[in-house]
Nanobody
Framework: VQLQASGGGSVQAGGSLRLACSAS????????MGWFRQPPGKEREFVAD????????NYADSVKGRFAISRDNAKNAVYLQMNSLKPEDTAIYYC????????????WGQGTLVTVSS
């Protein structure tokens, strides 16, 4: 499975961005898909994930009410709509997918940079 993330960029605080991640290869091996981020000088952290069906989602407390994750299985894609962005949302954002057998976050994209200025 290969994951390709896009949509990062620079925005002012309060603005919005939409990240997209497309999957290719053995996509039937994926179960949940999600987004993680790594702020400058910090560890990578969970942002949000969505079930294979798209009906079940989870969010980090820091983004609840501002970010929305969605999935389009016909396009093998997952999206992250980010609203009311804050400077602390600045990070490299990675899309990822769980392996359907091991349930581990096995598949990772290359990351896309989001910079939020105050």
């Amino acid at each position: 499975v290969q994951l390709q993330a896009s949509g990062g960029g620079s925005v002012q605080a309060g603005g919005s961005l939409r990240l997209a991640c497309s999957a290719s290869g053995r996509t039937f091996s994926m179960s949940r898909m999600g987004w993680f981020r790594q702020p400058p000088g910090k560890e990578r952290e969970f942002v949000a994930d969505v079930s294979r069906s798209g009906y079940t989602t989870n969010y980090a407390d820091s983004v609840k009410g501002r970010f929305a994750i969605s999935r389009d299985n016909a396009k093998n894609a997952v999206y992250l709509q980010m609203n009311s962005l804050k400077p602390e949302d600045t990070a490299i954002y990675y899309c990822a997918a769980r392996d359907a057998t091991t349930l581990s976050w096995t598949y990772w994209g290359q990351g896309t940079l989001v910079t939020v200025s105050s």
